[in-house]
């Protein structure tokens, strides 16, 4: 069976497959991501895209936020679904910004995992994303494919982050991801994965498929 030492080969393959990955939820600054991130959790990155520019439109940053009309704001998140608890987790983030970082998103793991709606997938996808910081986001797809890669085992996210660390060079933690997600979206499908044309398939030993 093939092993860890095809990294190094999928890595590449995806690169030539999405050289341009890049993050799926549409944002102009680290405010604008923090929140579609937030907000994408128990939804689609497509389903935040559809309510993130009016969004963005009416409560252009964490003063603007933390000063929504409660029913205003849970309207307006609501066909994502949890419109309630949706938007008191924006109202208390918007608010902890404003009191404790100067309406500024913070830029460690540490500060932003103190902000409501915030764990390590979220403060991962920020720092990689809007400030340098290589950060690798474990989010179902990456958990999948890199299962089926034989990277890891691990069901849980932190836990499958460490090994994953430990084989994807650091520089590239952040557009590897990308690139893992965008080959989930487009070949290798949870129930389906199209093995017969894909095009890592000589590296890939497809663990559990
Ligand atoms: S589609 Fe099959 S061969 Fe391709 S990455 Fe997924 S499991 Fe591996």
């Known amino acids: 069976m093939k092993t860890i030492t095809n990294a190094s080969e999928i890595l590449q393959g995806l690169a030539k497959l999405y050289p341009d990955a890049k993050c799926a939820l549409e944002h102009e600054n680290p405010y604008q991501l923090l929140v579609a991130t937030v907000l994408s959790a128990q939804t689609t990155d497509k389903r935040v895209n559809t309510i993130t520019p009016e969004l963005f439109r009416r409560y252009p940053n964490p003063e603007m936020l933390s000063q929504a009309v409660p029913d205003e704001l849970e309207s307006l998140v609501r066909p994502l679904g949890f419109g309630a608890r949706r938007s008191k987790q924006l109202l208390g983030l918007a608010a902890k910004l404003e009191k404790e970082y100067n309406g500024k998103v913070p830029q460690t793991r540490k500060e932003l995992k103190t ?5 390590q997938k979220t403060a991962n996808v920020v720092l990689g994303n809007c400030f340098n910081h290589p950060a690798i ?29 430990k084989i994807i060079p650091q520089p590239q933690w952040t557009i ?22 894909c095009k890592i398939a000589p590296y890939c030993p497809q663990i559990g498929v």
């Open 137 to 165: 986001t474990v989010d179902t797809h990456v958990g999948r494919l890199t299962r089926r890669f034989g990277w890891t085992k691990e069901t849980k996210p932190d836990a499958a982050e460490r090994d994953l660390e």
């Open 176 to 197: 590897a991801c990308h690139r893992i997600i965008e080959h989930g979206r487009n070949v290798c499908h949870s129930q389906k994965p199209a093995c017969n044309t």
């Open 115 to 119: 902000l409501p709606g915030v764990g």
